[in-house]
């Protein structure tokens, strides 16, 4: 039996944990078009949490409800890969004009062909894409972009941001979701150049409850006509800490355990964990620590004694240093994802398992 846990960063799981609010609002803003605040969202989270198939997801609901949806990373050359996708998947909707005469096959042009007096060498992005959107919405086409993995240090990214702006004053249908770490995110929605996507509506992903894991894993097992123990159910929820990476991670692991076996035992349970767990510490633990400063550590360290959540003045004072000396550490580790921020000023480990990992390895 093929297993139905998929632990692959990005890949859309055969059972969605969660979410389905979110979704719910979103296939309603692609069905109303214009005006929709949910046209200008923002998934926000930290690893785990599965934001990149959320975007799959949505994506989705776009393409049922008759729009396009072209998908980009935060990065160099993200501008004309927009305009590269946008005429890939609307080729079959823009048509060119019959009185126009081909003279190429260079992209610049509606269906990524040059033609003569229509778009201009020198013509800049905002124009190209204008002239894409338009052509769409005669058609009553939207087009989606989805940007993962924001990141404000990126000039195309500001750029798409303000360039958004001008393509809904001017009633474009189109829509932008980003996705990206909460401490990325922030700062992006404080850049002053694009002070207007603090209106976007910020989608915040929290940890999944319990109730919406245990649904999920009972599902996802079903699908190859497979069962849960009572027991071992109970394991893989805990073990899966909320976390939609995890999960898949812990399901792909129990299930092979498994074998041929129609019931996921307590036993089978317990070895797919450990080794779920092992795999989690190799692949995301060991880089993330690798990739922290020595004052970074320190401050993580200083988190270990707060039994959930920790504040700055407490950990600054186990440091030794200042609140002053430690916020500046706090700020790197939110930008990072590693913590995250709770209410009252408070923050927490923001990675499954971190703070075990960190209590072994200090």
């Excluded at 002239?131 to 972009?145: F, S, V």
């Excluded at 240090?153 to 990206?180: C, H, T, W």
């Excluded at 009572?230 to 999960?247: R, T």
Aim: proline share 3%; net charge neutral.
């Amino acid at each position: 039996m093929k297993n139905p846990f998929t632990p692959t960063f990005g890949i859309v799981p055969m059972v969605l944990a969660g979410r389905r609010e979110l979704l719910h609002h979103m296939h309603n803003a692609f069905e109303r078009g214009i005006g929709d605040p949910n046209l200008s969202s923002i998934l926000i989270g930290p690893r785990g949490t599965g934001k990149t198939a959320l975007l799959s997801c949505i994506g989705t609901e776009a393409k049922k409800c008759g729009w396009i949806c072209v998908d980009t990373v935060a990065m160099e050359g993200m501008l004309e890969d927009i305009i590269q996708q946008s005429l890939r998947a609307a080729e079959e909707f823009l048509t060119p004009k019959s009185d126009k005469k081909l003279s190429g096959v260079n992209v610049g042009g509606v269906l990524g062909l040059t033609w003569v007096q229509q778009v201009k060498e020198e013509s800049n992005w905002r124009i190209r894409m204008s002239g894409i959107l338009d052509e769409l919405k005669k058609k009553d086409i939207g087009l989606l972009i989805t940007v993962d993995e924001v990141r404000v240090d990126v000039p195309e990214m500001i750029q798409l941001a303000s360039f958004y702006q001008l393509f809904v004053r001017e009633n474009a249908k189109i829509s932008l979701v980003l996705a990206g770490l909460p401490g990325q995110v922030h700062q992006m929605l404080t850049h002053k150049e694009v002070s207007f996507l603090r209106r976007a509506r910020q989608h915040v992903l929290d940890r999944i409850s319990d109730r919406e894991i245990r649904e999920a894993f009972r599902k996802t097992v079903e699908i190859e006509a497979k069962f849960f123990s009572s027991e071992a159910l109970d394991m893989a929820v805990n073990a899966s800490g909320g976390f939609a990476y995890m999960m898949q991670l812990v399901g792909y692991f129990i299930w092979e355990e498994s074998g041929a076996s129609e019931v996921i035992s307590e036993t089978c349970a317990a070895e797919g964990i450990r080794q779920a767990q092992i795999d989690f510490q190799n692949g995301v633990l060991d880089s993330t620590w690798r990739e922290l400063s020595k004052g970074d550590r320190a401050f993580l360290i200083a988190m270990l004694p707060d039994p959930k959540y920790s504040t700055l003045t407490a950990v600054a004072k186990r440091m030794g240093k200042t609140s002053g000396y430690a916020s500046t550490y706090k700020s790197r580790l939110l930008l990072s994802g590693v913590i995250e921020e709770q209410s009252g000023e408070t923050f927490a480990y923001a990675i499954p398992s971190l703070r075990d990992y960190i209590d072994k390895v200090r």
